[in-house]
């Protein structure tokens, strides 16, 4: 199956700071990125559709603001959490879709003191 | 609303058996379903896919669908302790290309 890579894998990092996710396919092109949400024990939360060269989609209740989305190649798309704080702590997970099923990265959890 | 349901479970099977993971979707009109296996910290991969009615088999794995009464279920014959593992569905509701996600049932195989 086709490969998506994450980076980094995890981060800690001080409230207030921003935090960059890389989410990148390494095989094939990805017109289209999914970026999710994972708490403990919790389902996978869709928060924004990514499409090459075009702003994303966010899901309801998601603030653009603060979670800014740059899909700029086929194979690139990046999640800024920006002015971070503990409730954002969570399992970052992207995944990149092809004509027919979506591929996901090994996620990247991020820890917010 | 549309959703997508599964048992949290923990479904506790002895190595050896047959465990049968159930899922039940909200709407007629979806026309892909994904089984997805999650280990605790890690991400979801894809086990299974089924468009159609009625079985799908892979090694260990079979799918069932039937969208006449919405619900889409995966057996996995054998149980092994390497099955323990978090089993999500995922079903484009709506039609949409985008599928949505179960909660998840917790399978925990014993020896």
């Known amino acids: 199956g086709a490969v998506v890579s994450q980076h980094p894998s995890w981060v800690i990092c001080k409230s207030g700071t921003s935090v960059k996710i890389e989410c990148r396919s390494l095989?094939?092109?990805?017109?289209?990125m999914f970026w999710y949400r994972q708490f403990p024990k919790q389902s996978l939360m869709l928060m924004a559709t990514?499409?090459?060269?075009?702003?994303?989609?966010?899901e309801q209740g998601v603030e653009k603001d603060k979670f800014l989305i740059n899909h700029a190649s086929l194979t690139l798309s990046t999640l800024t959490v920006t002015s971070a704080h503990p409730e954002d702590s969570s399992f970052y997970i992207c995944?990149?879709?092809?004509?027919?099923?979506?591929?996901f990265g090994p996620g990247t959890r991020l820890t917010v003191l | 609303q549309k959703e997508v349901e599964q048992n949290s479970g923990p479904l506790s099977v002895p190595e050896g058996a047959i465990a049968s993971l159930n899922c039940t979707y909200s709407?007629?009109?979806?026309?892909?379903f994904f089984w997805y296996r999650q280990y605790s910290g890690k991400s979801p991969e894809l086990i299974m896919s089924?468009?159609?009615?009625g079985d799908k088999e892979d090694g260990r794995f079979t799918a069932q669908l039937n969208k006449a009464s919405q619900y889409v279920s995966l057996l996995i014959r054998d149980s092994q302790p390497s099955d323990s593992a978090t089993y999500l569905c995922?079903?484009?509701?709506?039609?949409?290309?985008?599928?949505?996600f179960g909660r998840g049932t917790s399978l925990i195989v014993h020896p």
């Open positions: 995944s990149a879709a092809d004509d027919s099923q979506q591929f």
């Open positions: 095989d094939f092109q990805a017109t289209t």
């Open positions: 709407d007629r009109v979806s026309q892909s």
């Open positions: 089924i468009y159609s009615n």
């Open positions: 995922a079903v484009d509701l709506g039609g949409s290309y985008i599928p949505t």
């Open positions: 990514s499409n090459e060269g075009s702003k994303a989609t966010y």
